[in-house]
């Protein structure tokens, strides 16, 4: 309850959000226990929900001017739906005790940019949640990888990223394409760093949560990588959306149909700018499979290549600019001068040894992160303390934090 | 056995942290020793604090504009300046309050430009007076009255927070200067003896209001009321600097408010002839302060206000003081000749 408390406290910052956020958390919970009886309340209200995700979503479409969403509605919007929905399929029975339902939809450190957690595991966890020593210093090690991936390298990323994208007449081709491959990593470090974060605040809380993140980038086709990227929302559309429209059940045409309406989804989840994204990603699912070799490295390559030009519409506002900086990178021949180009775009020697650096070593341990885990669970008391020790003062020294940066800002809460 | 070994393990573990944590906030903090030494002033009075007889209090125009040096030579004054860029009214106040713990010197000048701004200017000057203070309650206060909308208490208590881009700007004065310190100036006096004669200024521009802010009034009023408390005589001066302007409307706000509380108030300004000023040779830097040659003559004619107006004696026949203040001007004068050859 305290930590019910404490979250709401938090989200009272954000000004009237708290209140959609109370009353949508009373009305699930009201809805919840009478679902099992009334089963046409779940229509009722996950058309609500979608309408009131979509309106917010949509919102620089309207003709009218309309506030702007509450902060995490993506998130819990999409709990609640598949609360009410599993009630509706008898999944399990609704959730008695109102602080533990208002936990499930509220709990603090997932608000922001998720992972969108399934009710059963929420009450498990909830339900199991225990304090120790051992879960406090691997909660600890986990939030302070996450500021590290955050801080170090996300942050410094966005330096060039934010420069290139403010000039896209100036900045094309090679710039286009070093800021498109840049923000494939600076969204992997933010978005990754920040589920960390989160995973490790709820760990050190007691909470186990689900993961979100499978080493994407190694994935050898996109249908893999959103197998392996924000596993949650994936799992969450794969339940809720694709297999109930029919999955692949149906012929090669429905299967299409319902890749593509799947993808639509995940776009509009993303924001109205997205439609068009969400369908490459649903063409590239459909279609990607005949593009792979039998050269591993070469399709995670091409996977790599595909996914971070497709993240360019998050780089540019304006679809127009997006497909014409797409064209550029083929087109404008200006890659002699890249280098010479980015070193005056604001990162000194320093910030690009340092990014080069954790880079690596974010690559290393994306890579043997089994091993890392392994090898972690054995190392006695100090050498753990030790970690968080020198974690720490590297996040300190090597962060890019302060005066002129929005460090608490993730790019996914904006989703 | 084992579990004692353990938090004695950790307890190692957790002094290197902190040991290491101080070490590198202490690297990347800058020192102010060559570059931006304005930033080292407020720190070397903590090494010279004792009996003054006057402390001056201000901005730039009073460790430009005033020699502790020239005001022990010719009237055996012992003086110290703590002065700091851009100190404002309410910098001035806590900094006195610290310098009331140390010492009760008989005269506080404050220097009243600060007037003009009732509001933090930039958190690089914050930094340039509050980075090298020690922790006290005063240290507390000035950075909660000081610190602009952008910047957060704790990165005043755990440097690193601030400084940590510092890392690859590193040079050799960080590690010269890492565990000591000099003087970069004579009794909070920073030694100009370059000249650069007084050309065309900006255009005086009128202002929409030349009223003073309530917090500077506020601050003023607490600075005389600490020092009623602490008997000592406040004085209040305005050096004579040529920008910015110092209006006179400004000029007869003060006046009324020394008329209201009884006290001395010394417009320089408006007194560069009697002085002696010339702004082709007693400025370094084209009129806003003055250089060695103009700080003499207005340490020699503040001097003897001083001493006629305010009663304040000659320290010169107490050889505890001699034996200090000798060796003080000697090295004065070895950098003087230096700095003129």
Known sequence: MIIFFVGLAVYAGHGISVLYLLAMTLLSYLAGLVIPKYRFVMWVSVILQASLLLLLRLRHLLPFPSPAAPIGISYFTLQIIAYHVDLYRDNYAPEKNIFKFALFVTWLPHMFIGPIEPYPKMKDALNERRISVDSFWKGALRSLWGLFQKLVIAARLDVIVSAVSADPERYNGAYALTAMLFYAVQLYADFSGGIDIVLGVSRMLGLRMSENFDIPYFSESVSEFWRRWHMTLGNWLRDYIYIPLGGSRKGRLHKFFNTMVTFLVSGIWHGGRYLLWGLLHGLLVFYGDNLKTKNRAWNRVVTFLLVSFLWSFFIWPDTVVVLRIIASVFTVFNYPVLLAGISGMGLTAGDWIVLGAACLLLLFYDWKREDVKARLCIIPPAAKVGGICLLTLTVLTFGRYGIGFSASEFIYSSF | ?341
């Open chain 2, 1 to 341: 056995m084992k579990k004692r070994r353990n938090i004695l393990s950790i307890g190692v573990v957790l002094i290197a942290f902190i040991v290491a944590f101080l070490l590198i906030s202490k690297l990347l903090q800058p020192k102010y020793m060559t570059e931006l030494e304005e930033g080292s002033f407020i720190s070397e009075y903590y090494r010279e604090a004792g009996n003054h007889d006057v402390i001056f209090l201000g901005d730039c125009e009073v460790y430009a504009n005033y020699s502790p040096m020239e005001l022990y030579r010719d009237y055996g004054i012992t003086a110290y300046i703590r002065g700091t860029p851009q100190q404002l009214v309410w910098m001035s106040y806590y900094i006195a309050e610290e310098t009331f713990r140390q010492e009760t010197p008989r005269v506080l000048v404050f220097n009243v430009n600060a007037m003009r701004y009732s509001e933090p200017v930039s958190e690089a000057y914050n930094r340039l007076t509050i980075d090298k203070m020690r922790w006290s309650a005063s240290k507390t206060g000035i950075i909660l009255a000081s610190m602009t909308e952008e910047e957060q208490f704790l990165s005043y208590v755990f440097p690193i927070l601030r400084y940590h881009s510092r890392f690859d700007q590193l040079t050799q004065e960080d590690f010269t200067y890492l565990f000591q310190v000099k003087n970069n100036t004579f009794n909070g006096f920073q030694l100009h003896t370059e000249v650069e004669p007084a050309g065309a200024l900006p255009v005086k521009r009128v202002l929409a209001d030349y009223r003073f802010g309530d917090i500077c009034y506020e601050y003023l009023d607490k600075l005389r009321v600490l020092c009623e408390e602490n008997g000592t005589k406040l004085i209040l001066v305005k050096a004579p600097s040529l920008y910015p302007y110092w209006y006179e409307e400004y000029d007869a706000q003060i006046r009324e408010y020394a008329k209201k509380h009884g006290l001395s108030y010394y417009n320089f300004a408006e007194q560069t002839d009697e002085i002696g000023l010339d702004f082709a040779a007693d400025t370094y830097d084209g009129g806003y302060h003055l250089n060695l040659s103009g700080a003499n003559k207005l340490s020699r004619y503040f001097g003897e206000i001083l001493v006629e107006e305010h009663g304040l004696s000659d320290q010169r026949q107490n050889p505890n003081i001699a034996a200090v203040y000798d060796k003080k001007l000697q090295e004065y004068d070895r950098i003087i000749a230096e700095s003129m050859r």
